[in-house]
Each structure stands twice: as C-alpha cells, then as structure tokens.
C-alpha cells in the first residue's frame, strides 16, 4: 500500500471515529433534552419541629398546665414546613394544602413568600369552611389550612410557620398537597446544604472536576511545585468547586427554559 492510500486511509478512519463521536454525543443530549423538556414540574417539601410546652406532674414543684383558651393539651410544638418550587416554570394562584393527623390542631399559623411582604391569604374555598357553621366543615379547619399563592415563581420558597398541639405524647405529622395538575410534590428530608447545594451532591461534582483539574494539570503542567500546589488547591476547594458547579447547572437549565 503506498503512502498516499495509507495517509488516505488513516484520515478517513480518523473522519469516521470523530463523526461517530460526534453522532453518539448528540444522541445523548438530546435524549437528556427529550427528558428535560417532559419531566413534571418538581416542588419539594420539609418540615421541622420543636416542642416548647409540655404538661408535666412533678413531686417537687407540683402539677404544670398547657392551656390555649382554657383547653388543656399535653404537648405544645413550634412548626416550620417550607415549600420551594425547583421546576423551571412559575405559577400564579396556586394553592397548596397542609394537613395533620387527627389528634393534633392548629393553634395558629401563618405562610409567607420568601422575598414578599405580607402574609399569603387563605384560599377561597377554604375561608368558607372556616366561615361555616356546618360542624363537619368547622373539624376540618382544626388540622388543616389552605393558602393561595399568587405567584410562587421558580426557585420561589414558600414557608408556612405553625403552633401545634396535642394531646398525648405523638409527634405531628403533615401532609402537602396541591391540586394543581402537572406539578409533582416531593417530601424531602433535611439535609446539610452547602451554598444551597445538597453537600453530598456537592461532593460528588466536586470529586469529579477535581479528577479533571488534577489529569490537565499532569499534562500541561511540568513543575513539581506548581503541580502539587494546584492539585492541593482543588481538594481544598472541592464542596465549593461541586457546589458551584451545579448552581451553574441550574442556572443554564433556567435560561434554557
């Protein structure tokens, strides 16, 4: 074979491997596009408690009392549940619901908008059944409250502050929900955050470019001190590298919207 069919051969091959590449690199964003564009629009919820008022009989000081409007209850819990939108879409008049298990009322509570002023209102139907003298509908408002948002846009946090009591010694469990079609709504439990990342998630990114920093520093990089100084410097930097990385993520799908 001579050298002109050989250099031929080697381009074409050369051609082939980077247009299969190329083929392969596209099926695969737009397979991830594809999945982007029809995924539901995800909301999370979380929810936190602290009791901070117990009925207790003590030898010593005697008989301690918790009584809201000359009811007694046993347990008393400052309650804290915070809605956040992640889709890339934002909504206006959306309501979202907060119910407990029977056994627990609401003493009082209050939603607001991260960045608003103002409390959020009650939803319409829900200030009828507040308004109601059927006594079905005035139970349902002991453990249950509804609010409507008008415009809980993305990245938006909504965050609904509540005094709970009960009566024996279980702890208040919640449910949210929303009727709105399309949007799905996620328990999600605390996590350790860093600059608003999951930090395991954080980690994992970071490990990942830190690996790629480290292999271009070994090709491009011949001094000994500068190698170890720029490798060091990645690790050291590695939750903030993930963190920011994904932020950066988020950021691209937001404008890609």
Known sequence: MTKVASDLYEKLFQGAVIGAVIFMFGAVVNHFWNRYRSRLRRFTWSAWYQKIAVTAQHPGIGKLEVLHNGKPFNNVYAGWIQIRNLSNSDFGNLVVKVSYQEGTEILGAYAALDGNIGELPLADDFVRVIESTDPVLSVKAKNNREYRVPAFNRG????????????????????????????????????????????????????????????????????SLALASGSWLSGALLLFIGAMSIRLYRWLLRQLE
Request: a positive charge; charged letters at 10%.
């Open 156 to 223: 938006g946090t909504v965050n609904v502050y509540l005094v709970l009591a009960r009566s024996d010694n279980s702890n208040p469990i919640a449910n949210v929900a929303t009727d709105t079609v399309g949007i799905m709504l996620r328990f999600e439990a605390q996590v350790n955050l860093w600059y608003g990342v999951p930090v395991k998630r954080a980690q994992a990114a970071g490990i990942l470019l830190t690996l790629g920093i480290t292999s271009l520093l070994l090709l491009k990089v011949h001094s």
